[in-house]
């Protein structure tokens, strides 16, 4: 896993700009410790930063290959290709000759064979560039589920990308500007595909193509979900899905650094780990090894709500047990969840204060433990969107509301372990402007026009197909991109068996009679990995990634909240509600004040170290 970074200029020689390619790199060594390269042509620059996972000496980059002392095809490149050796042995056998063992030389090759068609054999997660100096032409590539994360700027003679947005901010002529439809992207439970929150910038969709030449940046998409008539019975859906499962852990085993398993004690993280122990084992080459985060006191002093009915260290510890994985719990106390340092360097990696709270500050610092033992990271991530496990799944008013599900279920809130809402401390003025209610509507219409049905697909069958596109394509990306910007602030690379493309597409086509066959929620799931999971574990309701409950955070925000109100400089301050604030900080005022006041401090500190310019 890496950073990638470039600039193409139609009407600049690119090689004289070398200082610019250098500051848009840096930005990326959180993704890319390992080392760093740059290449330079006339009107193409190239930057990367490496996280070595696979062919640690030989997959330097920016790669290239050459033929007869003329370079053919550059890349900078960033992910796993799973199936690369298959493709390396079919393009040997057409001729193709290597020279290292790293997968980032097998796609620069396999482009060469068979042209933007490449992209349908690929299986991974990746998001690359690609320049033909032949034809002075770009593509930008994002793989099927927009695991990993790829952004651009258009300029009137070319392209900007990087991995982050602060790659492409590092570049002088772009300035950090959000207007007003960005800021309702940010504040919103939303993440509309191809939306970058600041203006002029974009992100590739997942399963798209940009191409960029002298005639200008075109769109293609080389992948999508499609409904298909699913014809399997029960039992050989069951096994259908364990033999792609077991497929598909295998080759995300695939390291030739220290790899390990994220275990919170779910049914997803653990069937990933008991799997993954199962074919490590297979190999004579185990134990997994395994690690979970936990909060001081916090199974001790837990206290069910409605979203979370178990702590998860007693799940995560049996399957740990079971497994026989060299298991580590990660501890954290509510000083490190408010350290300034450590919630400094969550906005740094998530460009954006649009996060989790302490939810993603504690998934930070799970990852920086982890990556003192380990390079690359299996998670249980996703499962939920792919087999119809949260809660809103099956709840009939969130299931029929129109509007996302997740909006209707007030996730924002119930996720972070409050009850109001993110916008709860900003300006009733800002909030007309921003119009949050009707920005949500008309990305959910434009959603929903996307989905594609059957003709059988009616009533509940059809409403299902909807809810469950909507969660592969929207709100996955939450997830994902906020996975991302954590691990690779530390350079830890996460995998997600859960998003293979192939099983992605059998579920989704798979009736959601048979997705809850059980009367449960993730049947298909838990029926095809009970076989490798204690009963405990495989009987557990779903639990969401845990939320401290700690009553000395929140009194720490509303101290630094109170500290923020009295700051006549603070940059949010214009956008705040005073008397909202105020109730907020009162002696007495209620204590569950944390989707308001992590916004508005992340929107502070955001404001304060970008430079960013609101158009409101």
């Known amino acids: 896993m890496c950073g990638i970074t470039g600039w193409i200029s139609y009407d600049t020689d690119l090689t004289t700009q070398r200082p610019t390619l250098e500051a848009m790199t840096r930005t990326m060594a959180c993704r890319g410790p390992d080392a760093a390269g740059i290449w330079l042509d006339t009107h193409a620059a190239f930057g990367h930063r490496r996280l070595a996972v696979i062919d640690i000496d030989g997959g330097k980059q920016p790669m290239t290959v050459a033929h007869d002392g003329h370079t053919l095809l550059v890349t900078t490149y960033s992910g796993e290709v799973y199936n690369y050796r298959e493709l390396r042995a079919e393009l040997e056998k057409l001729g193709h000759t290597f020279r290292t063992n790293s997968d980032t030389e097998v796609v620069l090759h396999a482009y060469l064979q ?128 364990r033999a792609l499962l077991d497929d598909i852990v295998a080759r995300q085993l695939i390291a030739d650094v220290p790899l390990c398993t994220l275990l919170s004690g779910g049914l997803d993280s653990s069937a990933i780990t008991a799997l993954a122990a199962g074919a490590l084992s297979a190999r004579g080459s185990g134990p997994v090894r395994s690690f979970a985060v936990d909060f001081t006191g916090y199974t001790e002093n837990f206290k069910p709500d409605n979203l979370r009915g178990t702590p998860d260290g007693p799940y995560a510890h049996a399957l740990a047990e079971h497994v026989r994985s060299d298991h580590h719990d990660i501890v954290l106390d509510t000083a490190a969840l408010m350290d300034p340092g450590h919630r400094a360097a969550v906005l740094a990696a998530r460009d954006l204060p649009n996060g989790f709270g302490d939810g993603d500050t504690s998934l930070y610092l799970l990852f920086k433990a982890v990556r003192e033992q380990s390079t690359v990271a299996l998670s249980g991530e996703s499962a939920d969107e792919v087999f119809g496990g949260y809660r809103w799944f099956h709840d009939p008013e969130s299931v029929n509301a129109d509007t996302f599900p997740w909006v209707a279920a007030g996730v924002s809130r119930r996720f972070s372990g409050g009850n109001t809402t993110r916008e709860a401390l900003l300006d009733p003025g800002l909030l007309g402007k921003l119009d949050l209610p009707g920005y949500e509507l008309r990305r959910y219409r434009e959603a929903l026009a996307e989905v594609p049905y059957l003709d059988s697909d009616t009533g509940h069958q059809r409403r299902m197909r909807e809810v469950s596109y909507l969660h592969l394509t929207r709100f996955v990306q939450i997830l994902l991109d906020r ?70 955070y929140n009194e720490a925000l509303r101290a630094e909240l109170k500290d923020l109100a009295a700051d006549r400089d603070a940059p949010v301050r214009p956008l705040l509600d005073s008397g909202a604030v105020a109730g907020a900080t009162a002696d007495g005022a209620a204590s569950d004040i944390r989707p308001g006041a992590e916004l508005v401090l992340g929107m502070n500190a955001w404001l304060r170290t970008t430079g960013t310019t609101l158009e409101v």
């Open 114 to 241: 068979w042209g933007e068609a490449f992209t349908e054999r690929l299986n991974g997660m990746y998001a690359f560039a690609l320049w033909d100096p032949r034809t002075q032409e770009l593509l930008l590539i994002r793989d099927r589920m927009g695991i990993k994360p790829l952004y651009y700027h258009p300029t009137p003679d070319g392209v900007l990308f990087g991995s982050e947005p602060k790659a492409i901010l590092a570049h002088p002529s772009v300035r950090p500007v959000v207007d007003a439809e960005g800021l309702a992207e940010l504040i919103t439970f939303t993440k509309t595909p191809g939306h970058a929150v600041y203006k002029g910038m974009h992100e590739v969709r997942p399963g798209h193509i940009v191409k960029v030449n002298r005639g200008g940046l075109t769109v293609k998409r080389y992948w999508a979900l499609e409904a298909r008539e699913h014809t399997d019975d029960l039992d050989t859906t069951v096994a259908h899905i």
């Open 483 to 552: 996975k991302d910007r954590a691990s690779m602030a530390v350079g830890l690379e996460v995998r997600v068996p859960f998003c293979d493309h192939r099983l992605v597409d059998y579920v989704f086509n798979t009736p959601w009679s048979m997705k809850t066959f059980d009367g449960r929620e993730k049947s298909l799931l838990r029926a095809a990995t009970r076989d490798v999971l204690p009963d405990l574990v495989a009987d557990r309701v779903k639990s969401p990634y845990p939320s401290t409950q700690d009553p000395r």
